[in-house]
């Protein structure tokens, strides 16, 4: 009766069979589902999914494992870091709510819902986006539906747009930016900053903040940037509160390709191809601090904190939502 104790606690087995003391059954099997249950946890966390995207919102993040789960975790005052489960491809953290799209191509949304932005407008989407209290989704045949706040007419999408194929859209504080085919960005709502002016320029990629956005261009794999407060558009303008017209749009980081772009509330953030990570604008809360020595394949920028995913899948957040690896 001793082979199961005998292999569970080996380093005090003579001190126990030396006194001749013989613990009861009941005892050895509880010993032996205590360590193999701590080991089959050691085990999970060592083989963790490793996330594939991260969305940044105010106070709050979201990631997507390759598995296919949404976690979120900060604030959570109306229920936007509790995700339902599923089996989703993509998920967008907003200012007070978030949306996800499953597998199987439908929308979904939790969180405030003070405005309508999580009543998701029929359709299957291939991505979707969080914005202030609006939400804009990419539909499987490139449309773009919106729903939520339209003080501004953030949610209408231009007539115009009927005739194009999306391949993105982004919502962002009171306006929305959407990128077609060819490359051509467009935007609407809320223009009083020029945030909906964008330059003409073919853009691979665009980020839609509160009241900037900024884009990747499809030639050079450059960055401009426009909208509110040159100091988001330009690094180098860091102390300037000029307010930029659409024709000032700036163009950042010249000569150093980008691989991806993300826009907060008053920052921005470029990645570039060696997975550096790049901030300028407000550093309020330490956003612009990105880690150092660290190789990064997607950022994403919310109201005071960044958070990057690592070429190994880890999430990495600074600025208001500390300075950490997020695990779970």
């Known amino acids: 009766m001793y082979a199961v104790f005998e292999v569970v606690v080996l380093g005090r087995l003579k001190l126990y069979r030396g006194g001749g003391v013989q613990f009861p059954m009941v005892l050895r099997i509880r010993i032996f589902g205590f360590l193999f249950i701590a080991l089959a946890c050691t085990l999970l966390l060592a083989f963790r999914f490793p996330v594939v995207q991260v969305s940044s919102g105010a106070g709050f993040a979201c990631e997507h494992t390759l598995e296919g789960q949404v976690r979120c975790w900060g604030n959570n005052v109306f229920g936007q870091a509790q995700?339902?489960?599923?089996?989703?491809?993509?998920?967008?953290?907003?200012?007070?709510?978030?949306?996800?799209?499953?597998?199987?191509?439908?929308?979904?949304?939790?969180?405030?819902?003070?405005h309508g932005q999580t009543n998701v407008s029929p359709g299957r989407f291939s991505q979707i986006s969080a914005g202030y209290w609006h939400t804009c989704g990419l539909t499987l045949d490139g449309r773009i539906r919106c729903w939520g706040d339209d003080r501004y007419g953030?949610?209408?999408?231009?007539?115009?747009?009927?005739?194009?194929?999306?391949?993105?859209?982004?919502?962002?504080?009171?306006?929305?930016?959407?990128?077609?085919?060819?490359?051509?960005?467009?935007?609407?709502?809320?223009?009083?900053?020029?945030?909906?002016?964008?330059?003409?320029?073919?853009?691979?990629?665009?980020?839609?903040?509160?009241?900037?956005?900024?884009?990747i261009t499809r030639d050079t794999c450059e960055v401009y940037c426009w909208g509110y407060r040159i100091s988001q558009l330009d690094p180098s303008m860091q102390s300037s509160t000029t307010t930029v017209s659409p024709s000032d749009?700036?163009?950042?980081?010249?000569?150093?390709?980008?691989?991806?772009?993300?826009?907060?509330?008053?920052?921005?953030?470029?990645?570039?191809?060696?997975?550096?990570?790049?901030?300028?604008?407000?550093?309020?809360?330490?956003?612009?601090?990105?880690?150092?020595?660290?190789?990064?394949?997607?950022?994403?920028a919310g109201w005071d904190h960044t958070c990057g995913v690592t070429n190994t899948g880890q999430v990495i957040c600074w600025g208001g939502l500390g300075n950490e690896e997020v695990t779970f």
């Open 83 to 114: 995700p339902p489960r599923g089996d989703f491809a993509q998920v967008s953290a907003g200012w007070l709510h978030a949306c996800a799209v499953t597998q199987d191509s439908q929308a979904i949304c939790w969180g405030s819902n003070l």
């Open 154 to 215: 953030q949610a209408t999408v231009p007539e115009r747009t009927e005739q194009d194929f999306f391949v993105q859209v982004s919502a962002g504080g009171y306006f929305t930016c959407a990128l077609t085919r060819q490359g051509e960005p467009i935007c609407w709502g809320d223009d009083r900053q020029g945030q909906s002016s964008p330059p003409p320029v073919a853009f691979s990629e665009l980020s839609a903040g509160a009241e900037h956005a900024c884009g």
């Open 249 to 300: 749009a700036s163009l950042t980081q010249r000569g150093t390709p980008a691989m991806g772009i993300a826009t907060g509330a008053q920052h921005s953030c470029l990645l570039t191809l060696d997975g550096a990570a790049h901030c300028w604008g407000s550093n309020s809360h330490g956003q612009l601090n990105a880690p150092v020595n660290v190789a990064f394949v997607q950022v994403s």
